[in-house]
T-cell receptor
């Protein structure tokens, strides 16, 4: 199963950009890179995903390294509502494998 | 937009009791999943159904059974609940592995 590595926690000041890293050391050529976030007492929420090219949506941007062994989730202006646990699960053909994620704290 | 609906939201069981957690999605997704999340931990896959009519074990299947009733519904059954099954259970669905997953809001289960 594909596995990923993330820092346990990060802090950001409100309204500043946040770069959340993820290492995908065992990723295969056809596995998509996914990012999800989980607010307290809620289910995980889809943020963004991509295969090789950088991706943008209304929530965030995803930067994928050329060798696909790492990715970075970019929140362009952190708000207090972005405080959550962010996951980049390992992705196989039919399942996602979650680690403990990165707990993002946003400082007012 | 209902998305993924899980019932019940909360449940308390006594050791040895049985129950079924229900999950339904209205997005015409092919694949459905059951995860559990223990305090301070990530999600662990219990069972999944890649398509209607198929089910497969995940990382922690012991003590659970599943039924893919139709394309919309995927249920998780605990035949004889144990305190170790106290957890938050999440159902998820996706069109295929190359699409984003949609999660339900969870069922908080306590086994005493």
């Amino acid at each position: 199963d594909a596995k990923t590595t993330q820092p346990n926690s990060m802090e950001s000041n409100e309204e500043e950009p946040v770069h959340l890293p993820c290492n995908h050391s065992t990723i295969s050529g056809t596995d998509y890179i996914h990012w999800y976030r989980q607010l307290p007492s809620q289910g995980p929420e889809y943020v963004i995903h991509g295969l090789t090219s950088n991706v943008n949506n209304r929530m965030a941007s995803l930067a994928i390294a050329e060798d696909r062994k790492s990715s970075t989730l970019i929140l362009h202006r952190a708000t207090l509502r972005d405080a959550a646990v962010y996951y980049c699960p390992g992705a196989g053909s039919y399942q996602l494998t979650f680690g403990k994620g990165t707990k993002l704290s946003v400082i007012p | 937009n209902a998305g993924v609906t899980q019932t019940p939201k909360f449940q308390v069981l006594k050791t040895g009791q049985s129950m079924t957690l229900q999950c339904a999605q209205d997005m015409n997704h092919n694949s459905m999943y059951w995860y559990r999340q223990d305090p301070g931990m990530g999600l662990r896959l219990i069972y999944y159904s890649a398509s209607e009519g198929t089910t497969d074990k995940g990382e922690v299947p012991n003590g659970y059974n599943v039924s893919r009733l139709n394309k919309r519904e995927f249920s998780l059954r605990l035949e004889s609940a144990a305190p170790s099954q106290t957890s938050v259970y999440f159902c998820a669905s996706t069109q295929t592995g190359n699409y984003g997953y949609t999660f339900g809001s969870g069922t908080r289960l306590t086994v005493v």
